[in-house]
Structures are given as structure tokens and as C-alpha cells.
């Protein structure tokens, strides 16, 4: 089966790979973003040198460090997989050799492969180019920043999954995916670091999974998060990657008894 699920994230890849111009245009409008809200997050700091723990520096690194790392754990599973249910072919998938849910999981992957070298890679050299970023010298943040950036991607494909899995039930969830989406921008950091919420609002952010997705791999890559503290981070992702096992297989053993195909 192994040979089978890596043979699924060739296929995905290549198929990534007939729409490459399309991810090549994607850099630039990624750059824009990043453009616009460097230049925000300059705006707000003034004379500032330091806002919710983070210097000038730090901000710029991590804004583009965290829309380059979307590139790599965005994926539209949900909407996949609502497709599949509405149209009844997930039915299919049901009776060949293989769980849905890991195929799911290695065709998100292999979309992550692709942009991560033909999108996120590249993107990143073309930002370091255009904005003040500092990249670590350290080797090692390195290495445990592409160990989370994975487990982003796994935290992020779960809810994408559980999101997708309920048009089993609701048959019409794209409410819910559009409100996931935002959800995920927003409560994951991407859009404004959770440092700088207020009090409250960080302590209850801190009990959701969204943190793990962009905040908690961008603090330690920004050096905010350092010493024992940057293994302590990827403690709480190897956490809700865990939890979130729950919810998901909960979901797809009862999803299975509630198959219908709408239509003719």
C-alpha cells in the first residue's frame, strides 16, 4: 500500500506540474501581499521598536516567511471532497483497497511538494530580495522549521478533511468552508500575529489548533520562540495533530452509514 500512496503523490505532483505557469504568476501576486502589508506593519510601528514581542525585523521576516509557508499547507481538500460527496462519486472510494482519508492526505502532499519547490522556494528568494528579510544562520531552525512546516500542512489537512466531511451531513457546506477559510487566515496568525491580540482573546486563540498552522512555525523561524522554548512549540503541534485524529475519525465512521447521491 505504501508503493500505491506514493505513487498518489507523484500523480498529484504531476499534475501540479501541467498548470506551473500558473503558480509562476502566483509569486508575484504573493509578493504584492507581502509588499502591502510590509508596508502596513511599517506604518503601524512608526517609531516604534518593538510591538507584541516583535521588532521591526522580526514582523518583516515573518510576514513573508508565513504567506510563503500558505503556499506550501494551502490546499482545497474540502472543496474536493465536497465535490466528490455531491456528485456521488466518493462512492467509488469506498470499495477500492486504500483509506480515502490517507489518500486525501497524500494528494494534498504531493500538491505541498510542488509548490513548495516551483512556489514557496523561489518565492522566498524573490521577497529576500525585494524586503528586509533575515533569514537564520542556525542550522537547526532550520531543520525544525521544515519539521513544522509539515505538521502545518497535517494540522491544516485534518480541518480542511472535517470541514470537507460534513456535506455528508449538511449536503451543502460551502458556508462552512468559506467561513473555515477565513477562520484559518485569521486565527492562525497569518493575517495579524496572535502576540498581538489582546490578552483575552490571545489566552482563548492559544486553546484552538489554528496557532499551529502559521503563528507558532513563524515565531520560532522569526527567533521570537528560542531555546527550549522552540521544542515545546512543536510539542503543542505534535499535540493537535493527535487530537484532531479524533474529531476526523469520528466523523468519516459516521459519514460512511450516510452516503446519498444527489441528482440523477
Given amino acids: 500500500m505504501l508503493s500505491a500512496y506514493m505513487e ?65 499547507y494551502f490546499n482545497n481538500l474540502d472543496r474536493e471532497i465536497a465535490s466528490e460527496i455531491k456528485d456521488g462519486s466518493v462512492a467509488i472510494q469506498f470499495i477500492r483497497p486504500y483509506n480515502y482519508i490517507i ?14 519547490f516551483l512556489f514557496m522556494a523561489p518565492g522566498m528568494v524573490v521577497v529576500s530580495l525585494l524586503f528586509p528579510v533575515k533569514l537564520p544562520t542556525d542550522p537547526v531552525i532550520w531543520v525544525v522549521f521544515m519539521i513544522m512546516l509539515f505538521l502545518s500542512f497535517l494540522i491544516n489537512s485534518q480541518i480542511n478533511i472535517i470541514t470537507g466531511l460534513f456535506a455528508f451531513f449538511l449536503e451543502n457546506n460551502e458556508g462552512m468552508m468559506r ?55 512543536l510539542g503543542v503541534q505534535l499535540l493537535w495533530f493527535v487530537l484532531l485524529i479524533v474529531p476526523l475519525a469520528l466523523l468519516w465512521r459516521g459519514a460512511r452509514t450516510r452516503l446519498f447521491v444527489q441528482g440523477g
Fill in 8 to 72: 498518489i503523490i507523484r500523480m498529484r505532483f504531476l499534475m501540479m506540474l501541467a498548470y506551473r505557469v500558473n503558480y509562476y504568476s502566483g509569486i508575484i501576486i504573493y509578493a504584492l501581499n507581502i509588499g502591502a502589508y510590509y508596508f502596513l506593519w511599517k506604518a503601524i510601528y512608526g517609531t516604534s521598536e518593538t510591538l507584541g514581542g516583535m521588532t521591526v525585523a522580526q514582523m518583516t521576516t515573518y510576514v513573508a516567511v508565513s504567506w510563503m509557508a500558505r503556499a506550501f
Fill in 103 to 116: 489518500v486525501k492526505m497524500m494528494q494534498g502532499f504531493g500538491e505541498g511538494i510542488f509548490r513548495l
Fill in 179 to 233: 467561513m473555515k477559510r477565513v477562520m484559518v487566515d485569521l486565527f492562525s496568525g497569518l493575517v495579524v500575529p496572535i502576540s498581538f491580540f489582546p490578552g483575552w482573546a490571545e489566552g482563548v486563540l492559544k486553546l484552538l489548533p489554528f496557532q499551529a498552522i502559521t503563528y507558532l512555525p513563524g515565531a520560532v523561524f522569526t527567533g521570537k520562540v528560542t531555546g527550549s522554548a522552540v521544542y515545546e512549540v
